[in-house]
T-cell receptor, first 111, second 115 residues
Framework: QQPVQSPQAVILREGEDAVINCSSS?????VHWYRQKHGEAPVFLMI?????EQKGHEKISASFNEKKQQSSLYLTASQLSYSGTYFC????????????FGTGTRLTIIP | EAGVTQFPSHSVIEKGQTVTLRCDPI?????LYWYRRVMGKEIKFLLH????????ESGMPNNRFLAERTGGTYSTLKVQPAELEDSGVYFC?????????????FGPGTRLTVT
């Protein structure tokens, strides 16, 4: 079952903040966040692990709520370069196996 | 350090033809994954190699798809014969040794169009 992302799309002005949510119907063990620009490779942003460990980008933060089976990605003071489609991918308890991706959130930053 | 590379970047073939996609993972990464994104939909897992062994091929659509990873280095994904519904972007990703969740690094993808 794929995770559900919200919103599906959002348009912001430069400098505004954004929150992208990822909800799973299954227990979460790890959540991986990626950003993809059109025609390019998805770029790793952040990984959050059950138990609180995080690893990722300096200017991007995320939360992991095991109880709610949800993760949120926070983009503060957005820049034009933040535009793209954001995907969350959920892992499994064995690690290093397939990610199940959400349908993506298209973020457009305008000047 | 070189990233994940994929070849070709684009391929247009006719229904019934064969296409082979190649992926070179980051040097030293034991894990190699293939994913596919069909237009407008989510990125879907196809299969996972650890070194040269297939760990999980549960996402492979059918037996027209064959993946190999020679000597635990580069990998190929062959589609034979191609069908219209095989069109999409095929991504390869690699990550470090198994044992805990490591970030997966994606290649730029191969856009496959079957006409």
């Amino acid at each position: 079952q794929q995770p559900v992302q919200s919103p599906q799309a959002v348009i912001l002005r430069e400098g505004e903040d954004a929150v992208i949510n990822c909800s799973s119907s299954k227990a979460l063990y790890s959540v991986h966040w990626y950003r993809q620009k059109h025609g390019e490779a998805p770029v790793f942003l952040m990984i959050l692990l059950k138990g609180g460990e995080q690893k990722g980008h300096e200017k991007i933060s995320a939360s992991f709520n095991e109880k709610k089976q949800q993760s949120s990605l926070y983009l503060t003071a957005s820049q034009l370069s933040y535009s793209g489609t954001y995907f969350c991918g959920t892992g499994n308890p064995f690690g290093n196996e397939k990610l199940t991706f959400g349908t993506g959130t298209r973020l457009t930053i305008i000047p | 350090e070189a990233g994940v590379t994929q070849f070709p970047s684009h391929s247009v073939i006719e229904k019934g033809q064969t296409v082979t996609l190649r992926c070179d993972p980051i040097s030293g990464h034991d894990n190699l994954y293939w994913y596919r994104r069909v237009m407008g939909k989510e990125i879907k897992f196809l299969l996972h190699f650890v070194k040269e062994s297939k760990q999980d091929e549960s996402g492979m659509p059918n037996n027209r798809f064959l993946a190999e990873r020679t000597g635990g280095t580069y990998s190929t994904l062959k589609v034979q014969p191609a069908e219209l519904e095989d069109s999409g972007v095929y991504f390869c990703a690699s990550s470090q040794k198994p044992g805990r969740p490591y970030e997966q690094y994606f290649g730029p993808g191969t856009r496959l169009t079957v006409t």
